[in-house]
């Protein structure tokens, strides 16, 4: 009777802290996403130096308060899974370790010398805002898109590369390796910041065939970069005619993505 209760008790807790298809779990949510808003604007008010003269004593006591209250937070979220192992071992378990570690990291840190090193802590404090995704997991065929996408951006951008190779050398030939282009590199640099429409202006052609295959490269550019946009589309719109995801986290890891079909997590094969 006491292990059903167990079971009954730690289904409720995962429900709340896991899932936002329900009352309570939308509560949940958006407190805790109020909490991680709160706790970065906090940390990033405290660095400004006017801020931390006036209010230093009070940022330290509200930083401690956040880092207690997410405490809390990772410990029910081990206890409410079954296998806390792999959620500790997931990217988000990663992140809500990181988002606590420092600020007891600091404590041992005393002394004027280590200043330094304590802002260095409280810097690695911003990977709460890593936190957020539990609250965009609708944007995750975003992630499968990207991902989707890598292998022909990246046949792209080889293309790309080995263009400005050439336009650079075109350009050292023409220009006979003055006003600026007085090496083959220096010459790319110029033609990859032609071609990419950044146009620092710090080199620049001379020459009427130089002034041509200059314009020849800003025409391109406009094309080039379009095409990563086009990639990536299209790949988000294939994505978002797939196979719907479900938003129910595996009661074993924690994690979420699984087909709306799916009967077993496919990261640890427990039953959803």
């Known amino acids: 009777m006491a292990a059903n209760e167990e079971r009954t008790w730690k289904a409720r ?12 779990g939308r509560l949940f949510d958006i407190a805790l996403l109020v909490a991680i808003v709160a706790s970065i604007v906090i940390v990033m008010a405290d660095s ?37 192992a792999h959620y500790l071992a997931s990217f988000l378990g990663i992140i809500d370790l990181l988002s606590i ?16 090193v304590l802002r260095a802590l409280r810097l690695l404090r911003i990977f709460r805002i890593f936190k957020l995704s539990y609250f965009i997991a ?27 190779i050439i336009l650079g050398s075109v350009m050292y030939l023409v220009e006979r390796g003055q006003n600026g282009f007085s090496s083959i590199p220096d010459s790319i640099y110029w033609a990859i910041v032609t071609i990419t429409t950044v146009g620092y202006g710090d080199i620049s052609p001379v020459t009427p065939l130089g002034k041509f295959v200059a314009s020849i490269i800003m025409l391109l550019g406009y094309g080039i970069i379009a095409v990563p946009t086009g990639i990536v589309t299209t790949e988000m719109a294939m994505a978002a005619r797939s196979k719907l995801q479900k938003h129910e986290a595996c009661p ?20 959803l």
């Open 252 to 271: 074993n890891c924690g994690r979420e993505g699984h087909d709306d079909d799916a009967v077993f997590c496919k990261y640890c094969s427990s039953r």
């Open 101 to 116: 570690v420092p600020t007891y990291l600091s404590v041992f840190y005393i002394g004027a010398q280590s200043l330094l």
């Open 13 to 24: 807790l995962h429900e709340i802290i896991f899932e936002s298809n329900t009352k309570a």
């Open 138 to 164: 609708e944007m995750k065929f975003l992630g499968v898109a990207i991902s989707s996408s890598l292998r022909k951006i990246s046949i792209f951008m080889f293309f790309v590369f080995t263009l400005v």
């Open 48 to 84: 400004v130096a006017t801020l931390h003269l006036q209010h230093g004593q009070l940022f330290y006591r509200l930083e401690w308060a956040f880092t207690i209250l997410f405490t809390i937070e990772f410990i029910l979220r081990l206890i409410s899974v079954k296998s806390p």
